[in-house]
C-alpha cells in the first residue's frame, strides 16, 4: 500500500519572514515510516485547497511512526527540534545518523479525532539568527470497512428493534442518532459498549428496503486517488407486520401501594413508543381482554432527553412480577404490556430475636456484646432499607428477605449507650424498638471474699470448715466487682447470705438471712458506666452489723454457719451456685474441776519397796487441763492432767481401816474414748503426798469418773 494519497486540512507557516517558503528549504526528503509502508514527501504529496501534504495509512489510533528527514545541502542546520502537542508524543530522541539525516520516533495519541495533524519544527541554521518555524502537514488514512447481518428480518409497526453494525473501526463511523423522517423505514445510529447500533422504526407495512449511506471521520483513498469519506452503501429488505403489544419498561420494578399512590399519584419514567401519545390517560388492567380489573391509570406527560417519557402513575390494586403482564389501554384497547411490582407499604407485624443457645422468643430485649439474629415478619419486607439505631449490621447474602420475612444478624456494642434501639426504615422510624437489658448470668462466687481476722480469702478457696483458735472479733464481707465481667459479661449479682450460729452442744444461738445483697461489676467491666453507682453493701460489709450475739462474745467451740448462695427466682433456667462456710471457734485445752472416784488403786509409798494392796473406793478432787485434738472439732485427746486432792480409801469407814488418809496429788488419766461422756472409767496414774502419814507416794489404777 505504498505510495498511495491522502488529503488534510490546512498548512500555515508560523514564521512570517519566511512565509513564502516550506519545509522542503530546509530539506529535500522526508520519509515517515508506519509499520511496513513508507511515505516520502515531497515524492508522495497531495495538495487539497492549494495545500501540499504527507499522506500515511494507520489501523490502531496510537499508530507509532518513525521519521527521517534529509537536509538540503547548502543548509547547514545546527539544531532541529519539533514542538509538542496533544496530538502525538515524542517517544525517541531526534538523533543525526552518520551526518546525513535526522531520525525519531512519534506515537500518535488519538489518529481518528484529531483534526489539523501536523509536525512543527524549530530549526536553527548556521545563517539565522533567530530559530524558524516550519511545518509538515499530515493526512492520516484507514480502510473502515461496515457489514449488516441481521438476525431476523421481521419488522413491527411502531415497534422500535436495534441491531449491531458489525465494523473493523467503531471510532470511525460518523453517527446519526436523531432519527430519520418520513421513511418507509426510519433509522437512526448510536454507539454502546463499542458496537455501532442501528436503530430501526418501520412505518409501512409489507416488504420494505432500508438504504443506509455512511460516512467515516477518516477517508479511504482510492487506487485512481480519489479521497473517498463514503462507506458503500448498505442495503437490507424486511418484512413489516402489523402492530403487536410492545413491551415498555419504567424505571419502578416495586412501588408500593398507599393511600399518596392512589391519589396523587407516582412520578415515573417510561420507555418512548412512536405509538404513545402525550397528555393521554392509558387504564392499566392485568389482562389483554376487556373487563379487567383496575390495576392503575398511566398518564404521560412529557418527553425527556434519555428516550423516555415522564408519567404519573396512579396505583389502585397490588400486583406481583410473577402474576403475569400488566396491559396499557386505550379504552379496551390494548395498546402496550409492562411489567412491575405493587406491594403493599412497608409494615412490621411481629418481630422475634434468636440468642445463641435459645429458641425464637418475642421478647425483645437485647444483651450488650451479643450476636442475634432478627426476624422481621410483615408486609412490603423486600423493599425496605431496615437500619437498626446503634447496632451492627452483619448480615450474610444467604440470609433470608422476601416480602413477607426478613432475617438479620446483628452485633450488639459492647458500649452501647442507648437502652432502646428504634428499628428505622428509609431514615425514618418505624416505631418499634428493641430494649438494651444488662446481662444477669449467675457468676461464679470466687468474687465473695471473708476476713475473720487472718485477711481476705475467696470463698471458693474455703472448701472445708475452718478451726480458728483466735478470738473473732468480727467477720468482714468483701466483693471483688472487677472479676464479675472479666471473662464474660454476667451483670449484677444478686446474692442471698444466710447466718447460723450454734453453741458446742449444736444449740441454736442465732440465726440471721440476708436477702436483698446486689453485687455490681467494679470499673473494669465495659459496662461499668452504665451501672449503678454507690449502691450500699456493694462493696463490704460486716457480720456484726446484722447480729445480736457478735463473734468476740461466742464461746469455746460455737460454730458460725455461712451459706452463700444466688437468690431464687433472679436467674430462671439458669445454673446457680451455693457455697457453705463453717468457722468453728478453736480451743487447744480446757481447764475445769473434775470429781472422780478411783478404784483399786495400787499405792506405793515411800520406804516401800513393793506396792501395796489393791485400795478401795477413793475420792479424788482435780484442777485438771484437758485437751482437744488439734484438727478434730471438740475431740479431746485420751489424756488429761490436773493438781488435787485425793482421799485415798475414803468410803472405808471400818475401825480397822488404817490406810485412809489425804494427799495432795498431781495425776494424769487416760480415758477408753475421746468423747465427752457422763460416765467413764479411765485409768489414773500419778503421785503425791498424804498429808496424815507425811511420806510421798506414787499410784496407778482405774477408776470410775462421773461429769456433772
Known sequence: MRKITLILSTLFLISSAHAKHGINEYFRNIALRVDTSTFEYPKDTIYINNESGLPFIYNNDDEVCELNLFPNNNKQIQKIQIISSGDYELIDSIVFVNNEFYRFKIQFIDLTNSEFLKFVFLIKTAGDSLPTIRELILFPFTRTEVQFKPLSDELYIGEEKIFELLTNDVNNIRLQEIWTNNNKIDYKLTEKFSQIRLHLLPNE??????????????????????????????????NVKKSRLQFLNIDENDLTMNDDARIRGIEVQMDNSALLQLNKTYRIENQEAAGGTLIGELFTRSYLANNKVLCQLRLYNYHRKTEGYLYLKDGDRAMFISNFSITPQTNINSISILHQGSDWSNRLAIYPGETILLKLEGDGLNKARFIFEGLNDISQDSLLRSENISLFKLKIPLDISNRRVAIINHGKRTGQELKVVEYIRPHSLDFVQLDFGDGPKKLTNINKPILYDKTIKDIYFSFDRDIIDLEKLCGPQYISISIRITNKNDNLIEMRNINSMVIYPGDRSPRAAYYEKNISGSTGFNLNNYINRKTYDL??????????????????????????????????????????????????????????AFGGISMAII??????QPDKIARYRPYKIGMGFLAFNAFDFSDKSGNRD???????????????AKLSFPLYLGGGYFLGRGKWFYLIGPGIHVRL
Open 555 to 612: 464461746e469455746e467451740w460455737s460454730k458460725i454457719e455461712i451459706v452463700i448462695n444466688h437468690q431464687d427466682g433472679r436467674y430462671p433456667d439458669q445454673e446457680t451456685e451455693s457455697r457453705k462456710i463453717e468457722i468453728y471457734l478453736q480451743k487447744h485445752y480446757k481447764f475445769d474441776m473434775d470429781v472422780s472416784f478411783p478404784a483399786g488403786l495400787l499405792v506405793r509409798k515411800q520406804g516401800d519397796t513393793t506396792f501395796g
Open 662 to 676: 489425804v494427799g495432795a496429788v498431781l495425776i494424769a488419766s487416760l480415758y477408753p474414748t475421746t468423747r465427752d
Open 623 to 628: 484442777a485438771q487441763f484437758s485437751f482437744y
Open 205 to 238: 407495512i409489507g416488504t420494505q428496503s432500508i438504504k443506509l449511506n455512511l460516512k467515516t471521520k477518516k477517508p479511504f483513498i482510492t487506487k485512481d486517488g480519489k479521497v473517498v469519506y463514503d462507506l458503500p452503501q448498505i442495503s437490507y429488505s424486511f
